[in-house]
């Protein structure tokens, strides 16, 4: 990357300035403001993360300490990747990442749109509508399993008053069919807001000389949408459903707090099923190379991420 | 914007595009108007079929949520004199006296200790390595920064297995420490990408001139930077308090009792036969209501706390 | 398109973060694609190799 305007900058202040005046250098001040953070970073993130890559290959149990370690070579990531109940966690995970990504854009960015028709008192409708997102996920899905109780829960009575059918007739997380779209349905409920963010400050950054233009042009409303507004929010649009993905990639604490990933294992996520060989089975290094499976691809997707992120600033 | 514009929306589509947006923030709004509701319900009212709307509101929600209780005999309520609070009071309708606080209010305050030391922790260290990065040359600048966001994606339950290793060798599982230490080491991501953005914003003229007039590198950082970027700074802090306030995997998997903050604590809270739902409505409204009102004071920044400074608005 | 050809031989930046980023994409739709167990035992190999190949070739000139 070529040197930022405050780099430009701070090679063009005289080096010796600080020094000269009195006090620490410019080098000393900026080890004594990073290494905290170094440190702190070694310690908590890469010390670990060498440890787990070290487990990975070993057949340790933290529940067993006093079984011997043995060195197993790839046996962990060969066992996990031919793994077809794991295969199906993924699937599991893919359907929940795909529907909500669908659904929180399609309506997160309906919602940009109709808000950035800038009517009275949109900037506090926003505001309401961004609540969910800011919540205690845990907390929040543990609430939901009340308004999805059959009987009793408010969901179910609406729904059921709204298609004339028995609130009672069916639940929403005891139903082998239903749990999947339950989480789907809440974790849409939460994230929306979030990529409504994101296309509002995509669509505003769109001049409106641009439109202006268009207008001139005489092209009709439809053109100007598919030609102008959609490939402008397109890299926000990037950035929010990278960001989805990463998220409900590794979702845990709403789901766990809703279905607990059941019945049976229907919804049971990638998070969850690692959290149950790792806390439940304790079967510490096979969970290791489980963990370090998704460290790389979330590492990966970050990395991608960070490319949107930087086209993004561009604009 | 110029007094007339063609590209200016019409009064209907304006119209339109209103009642639209409320309709679906009226929706949005319900599941967490019912939170509230539902803590000032009676437990029958809040099981009631239909869903009752309008109902007599009642504390016994939040004074379930406080204390612990034991049903007693009638000999023992007699024992035990009329009610002297209106607390008691509560209690006795269902022959119960009050046996003692709860353990909501030791989690609350676990939440506010860990909340606001790891905030505190993560915004020192997060502004100074921000200072740094923004203003002198760090070697492999880029990768680091690239690195230290990475951090803040990968799956808690991933990061909590090595974690959970190492505070059980350093006898840090279920302490505040241990939780700080974590928060603080999660939270630098965000702190540092984002008071990162804000202080690129300030001219690096102002600290020349400061560095010109006798100052020193450390005073022109906290008498002209700081003052400078103290909005960002705030809006950072509170995104940070907000992220380990609402924190659940690591808080589930590392913390069971001296340390145990809300989220993991609320759902536990059991009443005779299943959930008590207006004790955990009651304890949810007095955990999020802090959040929400930050929600409207973060309101301009929150573009940019979600996307880590990329998006400026 | 054949800039991107001539950018991956004069290991410019560009066309191969495009590249490695292809190759994690791939890795994350056969982790979870429902098709073919064998896709899915593969997928962690391209991931990381994909991985790899950015951090490698974010190092490249632009």
């Known amino acids: 990357m070529s040197p930022t305007h405050f780099e430009r900058a701070a090679e063009a202040t005289p080096p010796m300035l600080a020094k000269k005046i009195r006090g620490l250098s410019d080098r000393a001040i900026a080890w004594i403001f990073v290494a905290p953070t170094i440190f702190l970073l070694l310690a908590i993130n890469i010390f670990p993360l060498i440890w787990t890559i070290r487990l990975s290959f070993t057949n340790f149990r933290v529940n067993r300490p006093n079984a011997e370690v043995q060195f197993v070579g790839l046996d962990n990531y060969r066992r996990i990747l031919s793994d077809s109940d794991i295969w199906l966690t993924m699937q599991t995970t893919a359907h929940f990442l795909i529907w909500t990504i669908l659904l929180q854009v399609l309506i997160g960015f309906s919602l940009a749109y109709l808000i950035n028709k800038k009517f009275r008192g949109n900037d506090l409708w926003t505001t309401i509508i961004v609540f969910p997102m800011m919540l205690s996920p845990a907390v929040v899905g543990n609430f939901w399993t009340f308004l999805y109780q059959p009987q009793i829960g408010l969901f179910n009575y609406v729904v059921g008053f709204l298609t004339h ?62 030609t102008i507004t959609l490939p402008m929010v397109l890299p926000f649009l990037m950035l929010a459903v990278l960001f989805r993905g990463i998220e409900n990639f590794k979702m845990f604490d709403l789901v766990v707090q809703l279905t607990g990933g059941g019945p049976g294992s229907i919804t ?38 960070v490319k949107a992120l930087n086209k993004v600033k561009e604009r | 914007m110029s007094s007339y514009s063609i590209t200016e929306p019409s009064k209907r589509q304006k119209w339109v595009a209103g009642s639209l947006v409320i309709f679906y923030a009226v929706v949005t709004l319900m599941p967490l108007l019912w939170i509230i509701a539902t803590g000032f319900k009676s437990p029958s009212d809040a099981i009631a079929y239909p869903p009752k709307v309008v109902f007599q509101p009642t504390l016994e929600g939040y004074v379930n949520l406080f204390t612990t209780r034991t049903r007693a005999t009638p000999e023992m309520l007699v024992q035990a004199g009329e009610p002297k609070t209106w607390y008691d009071r509560i209690v006795r309708q269902y022959d119960m006296v009050i046996a003692g606080p709860s353990r909501y209010g030791e989690r609350f305050l676990n939440s506010v200790i860990i909340g606001f030391g790891s905030t505190f922790f993560a915004i020192v260290l997060g502004t100074a390595a921000a200072y740094a990065f923004s203003r002198f040359r760090v070697p492999l600048k880029d990768d680091l920064l690239f690195f230290i966001l990475s951090t803040r994606m990968m799956p808690p339950i991933a990061v909590a297995i090595p974690i959970f290793l190492m505070f059980r060798q350093l006898g840090l599982n279920d302490t505040h420490a241990g939780m700080i230490l974590l928060y603080t080491a999660i939270n630098l991501s965000l702190s540092i990408w984002l008071i990162h953005g804000f202080i690129n914003e300030i001219p690096i003229e102002y600290e020349e001139a400061a560095l010109l007039d006798g100052y020193t590198r450390f005073q022109a950082f906290y008498k002209v930077v700081l003052p400078q970027a103290t909005t960002g700074i705030a809006s950072t802090a509170i995104f940070c308090l907000i992220f380990a306030w609402n924190e659940y995997a690591l808080a589930a998997l590392l913390t069971s009792g001296t340390a145990q903050t809300a989220p993991p604590f609320i759902p536990t809270i059991i009443g005779t036969g299943g959930q008590d739902w207006p004790a955990v409505a009651a304890g949810a409204t007095i955990f999020l209501l802090p959040v929400m009102i930050f929600t409207i004071l973060l309101r301009k920044h929150l573009l940019r706390g979600i996307t880590f400074g990329a998006v400026r608005k | 398109m054949s ?59 632009e």
């Not at chain 1, 609130?167 to 749990?179: E, K, Q």
């Not at chain 1, 959290?275 to 460290?295: D, N, P, Q």
């Not at chain 3, 190759?23 to 962690?44: C, D, E």
């Open chain 1, 165 to 226: 059918t028995d609130p009672s007739s069916f639940s929403m997380i005891g139903d082998v069919n239903l749990a999947p779209w339950a989480i789907v349905i809440v974790d849409t409920w939460m994230w929306t807001p979030f990529v409504m963010l994101i296309c509002l400050a995509g669509l505003r950054s769109i001049p409106g000389s641009i439109y202006e233009a268009a207008e001139c042009d005489r092209a009709s409303k439809w053109r100007q949408f598919w």
């Open chain 1, 268 to 305: 049971e996520l990638t998070s969850i099923n690692l959290k149950r060989e790792a806390f439940e089975k304790w079967r510490t290094g096979y969970s290791s190379a489980y963990a370090v499976i998704l460290f790389v691809t979330v590492f990966g997707l970050a990395s991608i991420y």
């Open chain 3, 3 to 61: 800039s991107f050809i001539s950018g991956l031989m004069r290991f410019r930046r560009g066309a191969w973060e495009m590249l490695a980023s292809i190759m994690i994409a791939l890795g994350v739709v056969m982790m979870m694609q429902p098709f073919a167990l064998s896709l899915f035992s593969y997928s962690f190999l391209v991931t990381l190799i994909g991985t790899m190949m950015f951090i490698i070739t974010s190092h490249f000139p």
